[in-house]
């Protein structure tokens, strides 16, 4: 049996896509579940996030390398129950093989990436695997959506994002449809998170909450293949797996302290008001998660906390 993969992805950058699978990760960390996050976007920013200053001295081997030669892959033991593959600017290289054909190599390098990601799954006993791709529609991203049984959309309340979700569905179509050769990914849509600065719903004055609005038919109409049409409020859509505001000084402090917000301690400074919002990122991340297992129907047992 192949452990499940989700990929988190949007042709839209600055969505924040990185530092949600990165919480994401940490969360099902402190939730019991053994968990491999896999960096493919060749600006390596998840593994930069995981690992900070220490980057050089942590990584023997990335992505590229063990594509290169499959099965010897050493992974970064981020904690008990969390791994990490990293990934570095050279996988880039392979963009020029896969978007040639998917034949021989681009089949091999394709086909590698899951093989590399199941490998070390199994080797780690990992029971979930976390994908983060680039904001791209590239050979890249195929590769690894190829790999991917459930597909989460993070998306802004901002036009840009729905152009995003545009762009994305039908591609996520053709690429589910594409004889590529193994492995048969599903790519199926699980939802949506929505990242956005503090936004009330009921204030449709608001020029964030109206994009924001929008999502759900966008979301439905350009990934789901729906009939263009539907009204349903964001906070009642079933795809709307979770919303997550923004914590600009939080952030910050989180990335210095080189952990999730939500472990901020008042020895790193979350005093206060930064206590308590590193409480309602807690809190955020944690329903997220159960609901992504929900939906996903994802073989895992979350404990109770």
Known sequence: MSVPVIAFFNSKGGVGTTSLVYHLAWMFNDL???ILAVDLDPQADLTAEFLGPDLGELIDLTLYDWVQQPLHSRPVVVDERLCLLPADLRLSYFEEKLALEWREPARAVHSAVWRETQHVASLTESQLVLLDLGPNLSAINRAGLACADRVVVPVGSDLSSLEGLRNLG?????????????PAGRMRPLGYV????????????????????????EYRTCVLSEAAGSTIPIQD??????????????????HEAGKPMFHLKPADGALGAY?????????????LARTIVAKADLPVTLPVI
């Not at 719903?201 to 964030?208: A, E, I, Y």
């Not at 206590?275 to 329903?287: G, I, M, N, W």
């Open 170 to 182: 039908p591609a996520l179509a053709r690429w589910r449809k594409g004889d590529v050769g193994l």
């Open 275 to 287: 206590l308590q919002s590193a409480e309602e990122v807690r809190k955020a991340f944690e329903a």
């Open 237 to 254: 859509d079933p795809f709307n797996l979770g919303v997550l505001k923004s914590y600009p000084g939080l952030e910050d402090m989180a």
């Open 194 to 217: 929505v990242l956005l600065r503090s936004v009330r719903f009921d204030r449709p004055v608001n020029g964030n909450a109206n994009w924001a609005g929008q999502i759900p038919g």
């Open 32 to 34: 019991r579940v053994k």
